[in-house]
């Protein structure tokens, strides 16, 4: 990371931040998880078929690209991590670690999002009947 933010900002500083970022994300990963868990348990599964949760690409298609960048950078992170001569440093390993939780955290929220739409669409049929 020397080289590309060197004159603006140290590598110790920089290491501080992203740690400090990932810690938030991680909380913030734990709360979507709960969220996602409460929003699961509440959905009649009886009433849903995994077409109607599953049925629309554009989600779907998002959801597997932030699946392949959580993946991506984990992978290169722990591939990096094997080099032991021209390893980089640890800052350069928390940006890739900051990246794959991103990715994950981009995943969980698009999951959230559809089991929210589901849930008004069943509180909505329920209303009907």
Not at 77 to 102: I, Q
Not at 118 to 129: E, P, S, V
């Amino acid at each position: 990371m020397d080289r590309l933010l060197g004159g603006i900002i140290d590598d110790s500083i920089l290491y501080r931040i992203i740690e400090g970022v990932i810690i938030i994300f991680t909380l913030f990963a734990v709360f979507l998880a709960i969220q996602i868990i409460l929003a699961w348990k509440s959905i009649n599964k009886k009433e849903t078929s995994s077409d109607e949760i599953i049925s629309n690409k554009k989600s779907f298609y998002r959801s597997s690209m932030f699946i392949f960048i959580a993946g991506f950078f984990m992978i290169f992170h722990e591939f990096l991590e094997g080099l032991e001569e021209n390893a980089p440093d640890y800052t350069t390993y928390k940006f890739f670690e900051f990246m794959a939780l991103s990715g994950l955290i981009l995943f969980m929220l698009e999951w959230y999002k559809i089991l929210k739409k589901l849930q008004k669409k069943q509180k909505a049929r329920h209303r009907t009947i």
